[in-house]
């Protein structure tokens, strides 16, 4: 199990959402009365990181991060990078640019989820 994860990451999917099955199942018989209050809580965290991405396309809408890329992606949305290099390059001498717009994104959605989360 542990080499599957070590070859893709994205198998920890499966160990997250029974993680979470679990928790839910002993929510369930803990309290069965607090669910619909930790779905509620959920939804909120949930929609104030896409008001945080919609906040962000509408304040930099010149400075998407997949602009920095040297082809366009969603011409060949399936690419994944079997062959040990990277599917899409960052444009000549914009490499700091593209770090920043990613760093800039993650900041503003992380800034709309705490303070929704510490508003709870």
């Known amino acids: ?3 599957s994860i070590a070859r893709n990451p ?8 029974c993680s979470i099955a679990v ?3 002993s929510v369930l018989l803990i309290s069965p009365v607090q669910l619909p209050v930790i779905l509620y809580k959920l939804a909120l965290v949930l929609v104030s990181g896409v008001v ?3 906040f962000d396309y509408l304040f930099f809408p010149y400075s998407v991060p997949s602009g920095y890329l040297s082809k ?8 994944n990078g079997d062959d040990g ?10 490499i ?10 993650a900041l503003i959605v992380t800034a709309f989820v705490i303070a929704v989360a510490l508003g709870l």
């Open 1 to 3: 199990m542990l080499s």
């Open 52 to 54: 945080g991405l919609i």
């Open 85 to 94: 290099i990277p599917d899409y390059t960052i444009c000549d001498g914009y």
């Open 96 to 105: 700091l640019a593209f770090c920043t717009a990613l760093l800039r994104r």
């Open 72 to 79: 366009d992606w969603r011409n060949d949305p399936d690419a």
């Open 10 to 17: 994205r198998n920890l999917a499966v160990l997250f959402i």
């Open 23 to 25: 928790l839910v199942g």
